[in-house]
Protein backbone atom coordinates (compact mmCIF):
# COMPACT_ATOMS: atom_id res chain seq x y z
CA UNK A 1 0.00 0.00 0.00
CA UNK A 2 2.93 2.43 0.96
CA UNK A 3 4.22 1.34 -2.65
CA UNK A 4 1.27 2.46 -4.27
CA UNK A 5 1.04 5.76 -2.51
CA UNK A 6 4.36 6.71 -3.68
CA UNK A 7 2.94 5.85 -6.78
CA UNK A 8 0.18 8.50 -6.56
CA UNK A 9 2.78 11.26 -5.14
CA UNK A 10 5.16 10.51 -7.80
CA UNK A 11 2.27 11.55 -9.93
CA UNK A 12 1.25 14.25 -8.72
CA UNK A 13 5.07 15.73 -8.58
CA UNK A 14 5.54 14.83 -11.89
CA UNK A 15 1.94 16.58 -13.04
CA UNK A 16 0.93 19.30 -10.98
CA UNK A 17 2.36 21.69 -12.43
CA UNK A 18 2.03 25.86 -12.61
CA UNK A 19 -0.26 24.80 -16.32
CA UNK A 20 -2.46 22.59 -14.91
CA UNK A 21 -6.00 23.83 -15.48
CA UNK A 22 -7.20 25.37 -12.39
CA UNK A 23 -10.44 23.19 -11.80
CA UNK A 24 -7.92 20.28 -11.69
CA UNK A 25 -6.25 21.63 -8.91
CA UNK A 26 -9.16 22.95 -6.71
CA UNK A 27 -9.95 18.34 -7.18
CA UNK A 28 -6.98 17.57 -6.07
CA UNK A 29 -5.32 20.63 -4.02
CA UNK A 30 -2.63 19.27 -2.53
CA UNK A 31 -1.15 15.51 -2.26
CA UNK A 32 -2.93 14.12 0.40
CA UNK A 33 -6.24 14.75 -1.47
CA UNK A 34 -4.95 13.58 -4.15
CA UNK A 35 -3.87 9.93 -2.92
CA UNK A 36 -7.71 9.82 -0.85
CA UNK A 37 -9.14 10.76 -4.26
CA UNK A 38 -6.90 8.23 -6.17
CA UNK A 39 -7.90 5.41 -3.60
CA UNK A 40 -11.60 6.18 -3.78
CA UNK A 41 -11.61 6.18 -7.51
CA UNK A 42 -10.13 2.27 -7.22
CA UNK A 43 -12.10 1.34 -4.54
CA UNK A 44 -14.90 1.41 -6.76
CA UNK A 45 -13.72 0.73 -10.29
CA UNK A 46 -14.42 -2.94 -11.45
CA UNK A 47 -11.91 -4.45 -13.38
CA UNK A 48 -13.32 -6.57 -16.63
CA UNK A 49 -11.27 -8.44 -19.08
CA UNK A 50 -12.05 -6.51 -22.48
CA UNK A 51 -11.45 -8.39 -25.44
CA UNK A 52 -11.19 -6.23 -28.82
CA UNK A 53 -10.47 -8.43 -31.57
CA UNK A 54 -7.87 -10.22 -30.37
CA UNK A 55 -6.17 -8.23 -27.77
CA UNK A 56 -7.41 -9.14 -24.41
CA UNK A 57 -7.14 -6.07 -21.87
CA UNK A 58 -7.45 -5.59 -18.30
CA UNK A 59 -9.88 -2.20 -17.96
CA UNK A 60 -10.57 -1.02 -14.76
CA UNK A 61 -14.04 1.11 -15.15
CA UNK A 62 -15.86 3.01 -13.45
CA UNK A 63 -18.92 1.84 -13.91
CA UNK A 64 -22.31 3.33 -12.01
CA UNK A 65 -24.61 1.05 -10.12
CA UNK A 66 -22.40 -1.84 -10.52
CA UNK A 67 -20.06 0.13 -8.24
CA UNK A 68 -22.78 -0.27 -5.26
CA UNK A 69 -22.10 -4.05 -5.45
CA UNK A 70 -20.31 -5.61 -2.83
CA UNK A 71 -17.40 -8.29 -3.44
CA UNK A 72 -18.19 -11.88 -2.80
CA UNK A 73 -16.29 -15.56 -3.81
CA UNK A 74 -19.41 -16.76 -4.31
CA UNK A 75 -21.18 -14.25 -5.91
CA UNK A 76 -24.87 -14.40 -7.35
CA UNK A 77 -24.18 -12.11 -10.68
CA UNK A 78 -21.59 -11.22 -12.98
CA UNK A 79 -21.04 -8.39 -14.84
CA UNK A 80 -21.60 -8.77 -18.86
CA UNK A 81 -20.15 -6.13 -21.58
CA UNK A 82 -21.02 -5.48 -25.13
CA UNK A 83 -20.36 -3.13 -28.08
CA UNK A 84 -23.58 -0.34 -28.87
CA UNK A 85 -23.50 2.83 -30.43
CA UNK A 86 -19.71 3.01 -30.16
CA UNK A 87 -19.63 2.74 -26.82
CA UNK A 88 -19.36 -0.05 -23.57
CA UNK A 89 -22.67 -0.99 -22.15
CA UNK A 90 -22.39 -3.17 -18.96
CA UNK A 91 -24.93 -5.28 -17.59
CA UNK A 92 -25.39 -6.83 -14.63
CA UNK A 93 -26.54 -10.74 -15.44
CA UNK A 94 -27.76 -13.25 -12.40
CA UNK A 95 -26.29 -15.98 -12.14
CA UNK A 96 -29.35 -17.55 -10.32
CA UNK A 97 -32.33 -16.64 -8.74
CA UNK A 98 -32.30 -13.67 -6.44
CA UNK A 99 -34.95 -13.42 -3.62
CA UNK A 100 -36.34 -10.17 -2.72
CA UNK A 101 -34.15 -8.82 -0.21
CA UNK A 102 -31.14 -10.74 -0.85
CA UNK A 103 -28.08 -8.72 -1.67
CA UNK A 104 -26.60 -8.95 -4.71
CA UNK A 105 -22.62 -9.74 -5.03
CA UNK A 106 -20.24 -10.09 -7.73
CA UNK A 107 -16.27 -11.00 -7.61
CA UNK A 108 -13.96 -8.18 -8.10
CA UNK A 109 -11.34 -9.64 -8.95
CA UNK A 110 -10.72 -13.61 -9.57
CA UNK A 111 -7.13 -15.11 -8.70
CA UNK A 112 -5.41 -12.67 -6.71
CA UNK A 113 -4.53 -13.02 -3.13
CA UNK A 114 -5.84 -10.71 -0.51
CA UNK A 115 -2.99 -8.48 -0.09
CA UNK A 116 -4.58 -7.03 -4.09
CA UNK A 117 -8.07 -7.00 -2.47
CA UNK A 118 -6.57 -4.87 0.29
CA UNK A 119 -4.47 -2.45 -1.80
CA UNK A 120 -7.54 -1.77 -4.21
CA UNK A 121 -10.51 -2.25 -1.93
CA UNK A 122 -9.21 -2.03 1.59
CA UNK A 123 -10.99 -5.37 3.02
CA UNK A 124 -9.83 -8.73 3.08
CA UNK A 125 -11.04 -12.11 3.59
CA UNK A 126 -10.74 -14.80 5.47
CA UNK A 127 -11.88 -16.97 3.35
CA UNK A 128 -10.17 -15.99 -0.61
CA UNK A 129 -9.60 -18.99 -2.45
CA UNK A 130 -6.51 -17.66 -4.37
CA UNK A 131 -5.11 -16.79 -1.15
CA UNK A 132 -1.79 -19.19 -0.22
CA UNK A 133 0.66 -20.59 1.89
CA UNK A 134 3.98 -20.79 1.55
CA UNK A 135 5.02 -23.91 2.89
CA UNK A 136 8.06 -25.33 2.68
CA UNK A 137 7.49 -28.98 0.75
CA UNK A 138 9.42 -30.66 2.71
CA UNK A 139 6.22 -32.93 4.20
CA UNK A 140 3.52 -34.06 1.83
CA UNK A 141 0.02 -35.18 1.64
CA UNK A 142 -1.47 -37.48 -1.04
CA UNK A 143 -3.43 -35.45 -3.36
CA UNK A 144 -6.25 -37.77 -4.65
CA UNK A 145 -7.09 -38.18 -0.64
CA UNK A 146 -7.15 -34.95 -0.13
CA UNK A 147 -9.39 -33.68 -2.51
CA UNK A 148 -11.51 -36.66 -1.83
CA UNK A 149 -12.48 -36.20 1.46
CA UNK A 150 -13.37 -32.43 1.02
CA UNK A 151 -15.56 -33.28 -2.56
CA UNK A 152 -12.92 -30.83 -4.42
CA UNK A 153 -13.32 -31.44 -7.93
CA UNK A 154 -11.73 -29.68 -11.02
CA UNK A 155 -8.34 -29.08 -12.12
CA UNK A 156 -5.35 -27.22 -9.40
CA UNK A 157 -6.31 -23.83 -11.34
CA UNK A 158 -10.40 -24.25 -10.79
CA UNK A 159 -10.38 -26.42 -8.00
CA UNK A 160 -14.46 -26.38 -6.14
CA UNK A 161 -16.07 -27.81 -3.98
CA UNK A 162 -18.08 -30.67 -5.55
CA UNK A 163 -21.61 -30.20 -3.23
CA UNK A 164 -23.51 -32.87 -4.68
CA UNK A 165 -20.86 -35.30 -3.63
CA UNK A 166 -21.02 -33.70 -0.36
CA UNK A 167 -23.23 -34.63 2.70
CA UNK A 168 -26.72 -32.29 3.14
CA UNK A 169 -25.19 -29.13 5.70
CA UNK A 170 -21.64 -30.18 5.28
CA UNK A 171 -20.51 -26.44 4.90
CA UNK A 172 -17.27 -27.06 6.06
CA UNK A 173 -15.30 -26.47 2.70
CA UNK A 174 -15.19 -22.78 2.00
CA UNK A 175 -12.46 -20.80 0.21
CA UNK A 176 -9.44 -21.99 2.70
CA UNK A 177 -10.05 -25.75 1.91
CA UNK A 178 -10.07 -25.18 -1.57
CA UNK A 179 -6.50 -22.98 -0.85
CA UNK A 180 -5.29 -25.73 1.06
CA UNK A 181 -6.17 -28.42 -1.78
CA UNK A 182 -4.14 -25.67 -4.14
CA UNK A 183 -1.37 -24.77 -2.30
CA UNK A 184 -0.17 -28.40 0.31
CA UNK A 185 2.93 -29.87 -0.65
CA UNK A 186 0.89 -33.09 -2.16
CA UNK A 187 2.23 -36.30 -3.49
CA UNK A 188 0.12 -38.53 -5.83
CA UNK A 189 1.54 -41.56 -7.65
CA UNK A 190 -1.12 -43.77 -9.55
CA UNK A 191 -2.16 -46.73 -7.21
CA UNK A 192 0.41 -46.69 -4.41
CA UNK A 193 -1.85 -47.06 -1.44
CA UNK A 194 -1.33 -44.80 1.62
CA UNK A 195 0.74 -45.84 4.24
CA UNK A 196 -1.07 -44.21 7.30
CA UNK A 197 2.11 -43.59 9.66
CA UNK A 198 4.00 -41.69 6.53
CA UNK A 199 0.86 -39.69 6.24
CA UNK A 200 -0.16 -38.81 9.87
CA UNK A 201 3.48 -37.71 10.13
CA UNK A 202 3.18 -35.65 6.66
CA UNK A 203 -0.03 -34.18 8.56
CA UNK A 204 1.64 -33.10 11.85
CA UNK A 205 4.96 -31.58 10.17
CA UNK A 206 2.31 -29.60 7.70
CA UNK A 207 0.38 -28.54 11.01
CA UNK A 208 3.41 -27.50 12.42
CA UNK A 209 4.60 -25.42 9.96
CA UNK A 210 1.33 -23.82 10.05
CA UNK A 211 1.46 -22.88 14.14
CA UNK A 212 5.08 -21.63 13.45
CA UNK A 213 3.31 -19.19 10.94
CA UNK A 214 0.91 -18.43 13.31
CA UNK A 215 3.53 -17.98 16.12
CA UNK A 216 5.35 -15.21 14.52
CA UNK A 217 2.20 -12.57 14.98
CA UNK A 218 2.12 -10.58 17.73
CA UNK A 219 -1.26 -11.71 18.66
CA UNK A 220 -3.00 -14.25 18.28
CA UNK A 221 -6.86 -14.24 16.70
CA UNK A 222 -8.18 -14.25 19.98
CA UNK A 223 -6.84 -11.47 20.80
CA UNK A 224 -7.35 -9.29 17.26
CA UNK A 225 -10.97 -10.39 18.20
CA UNK A 226 -10.90 -9.11 21.40
CA UNK A 227 -9.10 -6.19 20.28
CA UNK A 228 -12.16 -5.53 17.16
CA UNK A 229 -14.57 -5.52 19.99
CA UNK A 230 -12.95 -3.37 22.82
CA UNK A 231 -12.53 -0.47 20.38
CA UNK A 232 -15.87 -0.34 18.68
CA UNK A 233 -14.67 3.20 17.80
CA UNK A 234 -11.17 2.52 16.41
CA UNK A 235 -10.48 4.44 12.97
CA UNK A 236 -11.17 2.80 9.79
CA UNK A 237 -7.98 2.24 8.59
CA UNK A 238 -6.90 0.40 12.05
CA UNK A 239 -9.81 -1.72 12.06
CA UNK A 240 -9.19 -2.63 8.80
CA UNK A 241 -5.23 -3.28 9.64
CA UNK A 242 -6.01 -5.69 12.52
CA UNK A 243 -9.51 -7.39 10.47
CA UNK A 244 -6.26 -8.24 7.77
CA UNK A 245 -3.86 -9.68 9.76
CA UNK A 246 -6.80 -11.68 11.50
CA UNK A 247 -7.98 -13.11 8.48
CA UNK A 248 -4.77 -14.52 7.80
CA UNK A 249 -4.64 -16.20 11.05
CA UNK A 250 -8.09 -17.67 10.61
CA UNK A 251 -7.09 -18.85 7.26
CA UNK A 252 -3.89 -21.01 8.68
CA UNK A 253 -6.11 -22.42 11.38
CA UNK A 254 -8.79 -23.41 9.07
CA UNK A 255 -5.88 -25.40 7.38
CA UNK A 256 -4.96 -26.85 10.63
CA UNK A 257 -8.33 -27.93 11.33
CA UNK A 258 -8.48 -29.14 7.87
CA UNK A 259 -5.53 -31.83 7.97
CA UNK A 260 -7.35 -32.77 11.33
CA UNK A 261 -10.09 -33.60 9.30
CA UNK A 262 -8.37 -34.98 6.38
CA UNK A 263 -6.09 -37.49 9.12
CA UNK A 264 -9.28 -38.68 10.87
CA UNK A 265 -11.44 -39.26 7.79
CA UNK A 266 -9.00 -40.71 5.43
CA UNK A 267 -6.78 -42.95 8.09
CA UNK A 268 -9.31 -45.25 9.95
C1 LIG B 1 -17.50 -0.72 -5.37
S1 LIG B 1 -17.73 -0.36 -3.68
C2 LIG B 1 -19.11 -1.35 -3.22
C3 LIG B 1 -20.24 -0.59 -2.64
C4 LIG B 1 -19.97 0.01 -1.28
N1 LIG B 1 -20.15 -0.99 -0.21
C5 LIG B 1 -20.89 1.18 -1.00
O1 LIG B 1 -21.63 1.16 -0.03
O2 LIG B 1 -20.86 2.13 -1.79
C6 LIG B 1 -16.34 -1.16 -3.00
C7 LIG B 1 -16.13 -0.97 -1.51
O3 LIG B 1 -17.13 -1.68 -0.75
C8 LIG B 1 -16.55 -2.34 0.36
N2 LIG B 1 -16.71 -3.80 0.19
C9 LIG B 1 -17.18 -4.43 -0.91
N3 LIG B 1 -17.26 -5.75 -0.73
C10 LIG B 1 -16.83 -5.99 0.52
C11 LIG B 1 -16.65 -7.17 1.31
N4 LIG B 1 -16.95 -8.37 0.83
N5 LIG B 1 -16.17 -7.03 2.57
C12 LIG B 1 -15.86 -5.81 3.08
N6 LIG B 1 -15.99 -4.65 2.38
C13 LIG B 1 -16.47 -4.73 1.13
C14 LIG B 1 -15.07 -1.95 0.38
O4 LIG B 1 -14.92 -0.81 1.20
C15 LIG B 1 -14.82 -1.56 -1.07
O5 LIG B 1 -13.77 -0.61 -1.21
Redesign the pocket.
Known sequence: MKNQQLRALEFWEKNWHSGVPLKIKRLARDPERFIWAVSIA?????NMQVRIGALVQDANMLIPY???????FQPNCFLHWRFKDRMVEVMINAGQRIRKGEEM?IN?MNGQQNQMLMQ??????SVNPWDSIPFSGNAHVHLDSFLSVFNISGLPGEYYHNSQLADKGDNFVDGAVITAARTLPTWSDGDVPLIPSMERKAVKELQEECQQMLAQFPTTSAQDQKLLESMPEARRTLETAIKYRLHRKLFIEKVIEALDIYQERILF
Open positions: QSRCIADMLNHSTYRYGFSS
